[in-house]
């Protein structure tokens, strides 16, 4: 399997695992889901929230690649957070609504994403305005890894509140190639 089918499997994971967190928080209360439960970011609205943001805030970096513009067209269009923990939406289903358009523009861009774009070396600024220069690819896996650890910490939240998940693994995604 090459990177870009690897990197296409993370994508359809990211999708699916963000379908099952929001599908767990929306059986909860809007209190539930606001409450400051301790985490990093506080409530698990707010874990969500920073999702949300990061993946706009990077949309509008990754986009800046000549031949991403077009996938991420969607995110360029939307307002660029000004900070990591910025309240986007203040309720799970607008929340939603966000997270699900960007699942869509990520899988789509992963789609389009070539050999060629992976070694790409992208300029930008991190949050504190510092210039930095990395390798589009590496950028690629570190956006679903973030993806990974903060849904781990809403899975938690969600799980000290009563709701489980259910299977979390990227196994459940990766095909069985039948008997060798």
């Not at 090459?2 to 994508?11: F, N, S, T, V, Y």
């Not at 439960?37 to 990754?62: E, M, Q, Y």
């Not at 699900?100 to 389009?112: K, N, P, R, S, Y």
């Amino acid at each position: 399997m090459d990177i870009l089918k690897h990197m296409r499997l993370l994508a359809q994971y990211s999708q699916w695992m963000n379908q099952k967190v929001y599908d767990a928080a929306g059986k909860l209360p809007a209190a539930q889901l606001a409450e400051n439960r301790g985490a990093f970011f506080g409530s698990l609205l707010n874990t969500l929230n920073h999702l949300v943001a990061t993946d706009i805030i990077w949309g509008h970096r990754l986009g800046v690649h000549p031949t991403a513009r077009a996938a991420l067209a969607p995110i360029l269009e939307m307002q660029r957070p000004t900070a990591l923990d910025q309240v986007l939406h203040t309720d799970l289903p607008s929340l939603r609504r966000t997270r699900q358009q960007l699942d869509e523009v990520l899988i789509a861009w992963t789609g389009a994403l070539t050999l060629p774009d992976l070694d790409y070396v992208l300029e930008y600024r991190n949050m504190k305005g510092v210039p930095q220069r990395k390798v589009y690819g590496s950028l690629v896996l570190n956006l679903f890894s973030h993806h990974t650890h903060h849904r781990g910490q809403a899975t938690t939240l969600l799980f000290q509140l009563g709701q489980d998940v259910g299977v979390t693994d990227l196994l459940a995604l990766i095909p069985d190639e039948g008997a060798a």
